[in-house]
């Protein structure tokens, strides 16, 4: 049996969210997945804001599942919605799977069951002391696939987001058969993008200053533990376009989930992991494998626009993509860093299209 969030209607977040209601799982059992109330989903009396946030703009009948599965010692939380062919959502640092709530409702809508993972590190998911590095990753995905039987012949539909795009980058890298299409967005790709050298200007500094400062040791830990609110709403504010568009609702879960134990040096793993000599030379040696299967790589218009497509191009057989601008461009308006939060409704219709013009 599973705890079942009702999703919440309207344009806005509901302040007052749903009770949980008790049905078992929509993903077939396995001998590797846990059965059972996850402990970590939030219970009915906690207060409002530190519920898991709903999905919006749907229908009382729809509803999220929260799942957790054990691979390899380590318990994996995600979530599952809809019905018809599965895709997978990962979403990317310092977020976890609520950067989807937008985007979720909309290709539920669009006839699939989607499922959004919490990677090791993320959300509700285990914080161990190691494993970050994308090999790891890679491993971590594949086994989850299989262990919730989502590997199947022809491979699944993964769209991915920051820290996520690494993750799914190096799964199609290393388990290429798991991987029907896939989407990549907003971010470099370890090992293949290249990195201005020097001192960056103010604009370049805001959006990469986190890969220099989360890849120190100990110190992020120290200025940040207490003040992970503050510092959260810095990230969002920074780093989006639509500062809106990660409204209080959403911050207070995000804060909920990185002031845990453990939750903020996991953040901080991820980059430390993949920019030393060792993930480096991980890199290097995914870098050489081409992602022979359909991809997407997107930028927002106020993000890295184009480059993540430019970047792919390079070891992709079959890449499209671009630049992500507002479905209404007006004059001061754009799409920032967090697209599946800020421009959910352009997201989603790029992958549908994408979708329609690789059919498989």
Known sequence: ??????LAAGAALSASLAATVLATSAVAQSAREIRGPSPYVAIQNEPAPKLIVAAQ????????????????????????????????LIPGWPESWIA?????PLLVGAGRRVVVLDPRGFGESDKPAGGYDLDTAARDLHGFLEATNLAVPGGIDIIAHDVGTWIAHAHAANYPA???RLVLTESNIPGITAFAAGIPNETANLKSWQFAFNRLNDLPEMLVQGRERAF?????????????AIDSAALEEYTRQYSAPGAMRAGFAWYRANFDAEGLAQAKARAAKRLTMPVLALGGSEGVGDALRATVATIGDRVQGGSITPRQAL?????????????PDELTEAVLKFWQSTPG
């Open 232 to 244: 959260l709403a810095w990230i969002f504010a920074t780093k989006s376009f639509r500062s809106y």
């Open 1 to 6: 049996m599973k705890r079942i969030f009702v």
């Open 100 to 104: 989807w709530r937008k985007v979720l």
């Open 57 to 88: 703009n749907v229908t009382s009948a729809d509803q999220i599942e929260h799942h957790v599965a054990k691979i390899d010692g380590t318990r994996f939380h995600y979530v599952t919605a809809g019905t018809g062919d599965p895709v997978l």
């Open 178 to 180: 798991d991987v029907r």
């Open 331 to 343: 004059p001061a308006d754009g799409c920032g860093h967090f697209l599946p939060e800020e421009c």
